[in-house]
């Protein structure tokens, strides 16, 4: 299993509160994501990462903002969060060779 | 822009029964193609995966998928279900660019798979 760490796995927190998840990666892998499952729209991409200090925005990147400092970290922060930002956050990295992304065991957060 | 259109958000099969679970794909590049398995509070796992070469594409599990460029389509069977297989299915294309673009994947909505026995 790739080396993929996300954390905290729960959170549950109120609304207007800053949230911050961690993914911690042992592959070295350039490239890592964030993205977010909701029932009915799958998996979709909040934001990612091609190198130290440099991400993009995904399809769903409003409300959240990304920083990689280390090659190994990419947080996620909600800065103020909202009850539309309830979901499964799940952090995925790839090596691109071929594309395919690795994942984590996902974070769960609840805002009231 | 990609996207993946997967046909039938349940999919209910008896244990034995062949599955098939139908993806279709727009992509402006040629497309690399992922199928991923989600079972209950986990992350998603690999399947299988078509870059190039051979259309048809052995994963595990005893699953299989055929990417057909002219029906832009890269469907997943099963020739006999196992209980072990309800779960849900997700299938994918690379971004922008061959080889997998580093913006990440494109998912289907999925296709939550009901065995029953």
Same mark, same amino acid.
Not at chain 1, 46 to 57: E, F, L, N
Not at chain 1, 107 to 112: D, E, I, K, M, N
Not at chain 2, 18 to 28: A, E, G, H, T
């Given at each position: 299993?790739?080396?993929?760490?996300q954390?905290?796995?729960?959170?549950?927190?109120?609304?207007?509160?800053?949230?911050? =998840?961690?993914?911690?990666?042992?592959?070295?892998?350039?490239?890592?994501?964030?993205?977010?499952?909701?029932p009915?729209?799958? =998996?979709?991409?909040?934001?990612?990462?091609?190198?130290?200090?440099?991400?993009?925005?995904?399809?769903?990147?409003?409300?959240?903002?990304v920083?990689?400092?280390?090659?190994?970290?990419?947080?996620?922060?909600?800065?103020?969060?909202?009850?539309?930002?309830?979901?499964?956050?799940?952090?995925?990295?790839?090596?691109?060779?071929?594309?395919?992304?690795?994942?984590?065991?996902?974070?769960?957060?609840?805002?009231? | 822009?990609?996207?993946?259109?997967?046909?039938?958000?349940?999919?209910?099969?008896?244990?034995?029964?062949?599955?098939?679970?139908?993806?279709?794909?727009?992509?402006?590049?040629p497309?690399?193609?992922?199928?991923?398995?989600?079972?209950?509070?986990?992350? /998603?796992?690999?399947?299988?995966?078509?870059?190039?070469?051979a259309?048809?594409?052995?994963?595990?599990?005893?699953?299989?998928?055929?990417?057909?460029?002219?029906?832009?389509?890269?469907? /997943?069977?099963?020739?006999?279900?196992?209980?072990?297989?309800?779960?849900?299915?997700?299938?994918?294309?690379?971004?922008?660019?061959?080889?997998?673009?580093?913006?990440?994947?494109?998912?289907?909505?999925?296709?939550?798979?009901?065995?029953?026995?």
């Open positions: 299993d790739a080396g993929i760490t954390s905290p796995r729960h959170k549950v927190t109120e609304t207007g509160t800053p949230v911050t =998840l961690r993914c911690h990666q042992t592959e070295n892998h350039r490239y890592m994501y964030w993205y977010r499952q909701d009915g729209h799958g =998996l979709r991409l909040i934001h990612y990462s091609y190198g130290v200090k440099d991400t993009d925005k995904g399809e769903v990147s409003d409300g959240y903002s920083s990689r400092s280390k090659t190994e970290d990419f947080l996620l922060t909600l800065e103020s969060a909202t009850s539309s930002q309830t979901s499964v956050y799940f952090c995925a990295i790839s090596g691109l060779n071929t594309g395919e992304l690795f994942f984590g065991e996902g974070s769960r957060l609840t805002v009231l | 822009a990609q996207s993946v259109t997967q046909l039938g958000s349940h999919v209910s099969v008896s244990e034995g029964a062949l599955v098939l679970l139908r993806c279709n794909y727009s992509s402006s590049v497309p690399y193609l992922f199928w991923y398995v989600q079972y209950p509070n986990q992350g /998603l796992q690999l399947l299988l995966k078509y870059t190039t070469g259309t048809l594409v052995k994963g595990i599990n005893g699953f299989e998928a055929e990417f057909k460029k002219s029906e832009t389509s890269f469907h /997943l069977t099963k020739p006999s279900a196992h209980m072990s297989d309800a779960a849900e299915y997700f299938c994918a294309v690379s971004g922008t660019g061959s080889g997998g673009g580093a913006d990440g994947l494109t998912f289907g909505k999925g296709t939550h798979l009901i065995i029953q026995p």
